[in-house]
């Protein structure tokens, strides 16, 4: 039950090009030896049909003059005859044949009672000497009965057919190592860059950073195609190494200060007794120092979804529904602060993910809350199929430097990093306008600022 299994697992074994160069050859045998079988028949046939033709010409002559009882003609060059009676005695021959006898015992008979006796004298292959092609019949003269057989000598055809098998021969041979040798050097360019790719992948797994296939630009096969989906397999490998780097930087430098200032906290609590009021207040400290680190995982770990995910979840949502889900877990908030918040909202239909889009809008209200001052306005229009959200207050603006690094990972504007905020809110709305194909842009007015979320919609 293993035996057929061998041939196959040995074949596996073998390089691509050493089954490829294989596969060729055996199938140009195929191809060869079918077409050379095809011509030799061919040849064969029509010197065979030329021979017989011949043959049966003389036998005929033959015949017409025993029946007369005249002298038997010399016939054509390389031809023979012999008649023999009914008997087997040979009553005439031609001299090269002398007292051989062509007929066998069995043919004899069969030719008295009247067949037609054909048969070749000696082979093709290999050669031997006075081939013949004999016909044999009965032919009746004066009553008695007489066994005509008409020869021709097959040499020339002989001779024509084992060359044409040398000829043929020959120009297979010629023609497979050829047809292998193309095989071979189209299988080893065809898969060259196949191994330029694995040297490639290589070299990617000994730590080289920012590798790139060298795939040409010209071509549009399977191979270059390939090419490009492992350029694109490795870019997304990058990024996703990248971002993992990121999250691991951010977080480590983030998370430091928080978890510093708690274990700050604990240690002056114990150096010393506490009294009841000395020990809330340093819970409640560890309290915000914790809430502070809950927002900042939950912020690190949305844009790391965010900027994970292959694709959007677009569904039709009123754009007016979304505002206001967006502006109201803010509004006990302005309230608190004496500040106005207000919005205004066209009231279509959008095309948008709405999972992300309505925190990046809390972002941008919390952001003009945090930061600035006087009424926060939000205007939400659609025009030509894209979605812009405008977030304005009546504060100072940012300071022009900060304007080119606003939507940074963890950019403050104030010098200390232990302001309020983790730095990441203007960063995830930034990421939510990539990833929807649009834009997110900020800057100054003469009374305040602007953040301005383009999406398409």
């Known amino acids: 039950m293993t035996l057929p299994g061998r041939p196959r697992a040995w074949s596996r074994r073998l390089p691509v090009v050493t089954r490829l160069v294989l596969a060729v050859a055996i199938t140009m045998s195929l191809v060869l030896a079918g077409a050379a079988g095809l011509v030799y028949w061919r040849v064969k046939t029509a010197l065979d049909?030329?021979?017989?033709?011949?043959?049966?010409?003389?036998?005929?002559?033959?015949?017409?003059?025993?029946?007369?009882?005249e002298d038997l003609p010399p016939g054509p060059s390389g031809s023979l005859h012999q008649v023999l009676d009914a008997h087997g005695r040979i009553l005439s021959s031609s001299h090269a044949l002398r007292h051989q006898l062509l007929l066998t015992p069995?043919?004899?008979?069969?030719?008295?009672?009247?067949?037609?006796?054909?048969?070749?004298?000696?082979?093709?292959?290999?050669?031997?000497?006075?081939?013949?092609?004999?016909?044999?019949?009965?032919?009746?003269?004066?009553?008695?009965?007489?066994?005509?057989?008409?020869?021709?000598?097959?040499?020339?055809?002989?001779?024509?057919?084992?060359?044409?098998?040398?000829?043929?021969?020959?120009?297979?041979?010629?023609?497979?190592?050829?047809?292998?040798?193309?095989?071979?050097?189209?299988?080893?360019a065809a898969l060259r860059p196949v191994e330029r790719y694995r040297s490639g992948a290589a070299t990617l797994a000994d730590g080289t950073q920012h590798l790139r296939l060298d795939v040409p630009d010209d071509r549009d096969d399977e191979i270059t195609r390939l090419g490009h989906t492992l350029n694109h397999m490795l870019d997304r490998l990058e990024a996703s190494a990248e971002r993992e780097r990121r999250f691991v930087a951010d977080a480590s430098h983030e998370l430091r200060t928080p978890l510093t200032l708690i274990r700050a906290e604990l240690d002056v609590a114990l150096h010393r007794p506490r009294s009841a009021d000395e020990l809330t207040d340093t819970l409640r400290s560890m309290d915000s120092e914790v809430q502070r680190l809950i927002d900042l995982?939950?912020?690190?770990?949305?844009?790391?979804?965010?900027?994970?995910?292959?694709?959007?979840?677009?569904?039709?949502?009123?754009?007016?529904?979304?505002?206001?889900?967006?502006?109201?877990?803010?509004?006990?908030?302005?309230?608190?602060?004496?500040?106005?918040?207000?919005?205004?909202?066209?009231?279509?239909?959008?095309?948008?993910?709405?999972?992300?889009?309505?925190?990046?809008?809390?972002?941008?209200?919390?952001?003009?809350?945090?930061?600035?001052?006087?009424?926060?306005?939000?205007?939400?229009?659609?025009?030509?199929?894209?979605?812009?959200?405008?977030?304005?207050?009546?504060?100072?603006?940012?300071?022009?430097?900060?304007?080119?690094?606003?939507?940074?990972?963890?950019?403050?504007?104030?010098?200390?990093?232990?302001?309020?905020?983790?730095?990441?809110?203007?960063?995830?709305?930034?990421?939510?306008?990539?990833?929807?194909?649009?834009?997110?842009?900020?800057?100054?007015?003469?009374?305040?600022?602007?953040?301005?979320?383009?999406?398409?919609?």
Request: glycine share 8%.
């Open 106 to 188: 069995a043919e004899l008979g069969a030719a008295t009672r009247g067949a037609t006796i054909r048969r070749d004298v000696g082979s093709l292959l290999p050669i031997t000497s006075d081939t013949l092609r004999l016909r044999a019949k009965r032919v009746t003269a004066d009553g008695q009965t007489r066994i005509v057989i008409a020869a021709v000598r097959r040499g020339h055809r002989d001779e024509a057919l084992r060359e044409l098998l040398a000829q043929l021969a020959l120009a297979s041979g010629l023609t497979l190592i050829a047809a292998s040798y193309v095989g071979y050097r189209t299988a080893r």
């Open 297 to 457: 995982s939950n912020a690190l770990l949305d844009l790391e979804e965010l900027g994970s995910t292959n694709h959007l979840t677009r569904a039709p949502v009123s754009l007016a529904d979304l505002v206001d889900a967006a502006l109201a877990p803010h509004q006990r908030t302005a309230e608190r602060a004496a500040r106005d918040l207000t919005a205004e909202a066209a009231e279509v239909t959008v095309h948008v993910d709405a999972r992300w889009l309505r925190p990046a809008i809390g972002n941008l209200i919390d952001n003009a809350l945090r930061h600035g001052h006087g009424t926060v306005h939000l205007t939400a229009t659609v025009h030509d199929g894209r979605l812009r959200l405008c977030v304005t207050d009546e504060g100072s603006g940012f300071p022009p430097e900060f304007l080119p690094r606003a939507f940074d990972r963890f950019a403050r504007a104030e010098a200390s990093r232990t302001g309020e905020g983790s730095g990441l809110g203007l960063a995830f709305v930034q990421a939510v306008a990539t990833t929807h194909g649009g834009t997110a842009h900020a800057a100054n007015t003469g009374h305040g600022t602007v953040i301005t979320l383009d999406v398409p919609c």
């Open 49 to 69: 049909l030329q021979l017989n033709d011949d043959l049966s010409t003389y036998q005929h002559s033959l015949d017409q003059v025993v029946r007369r009882g």
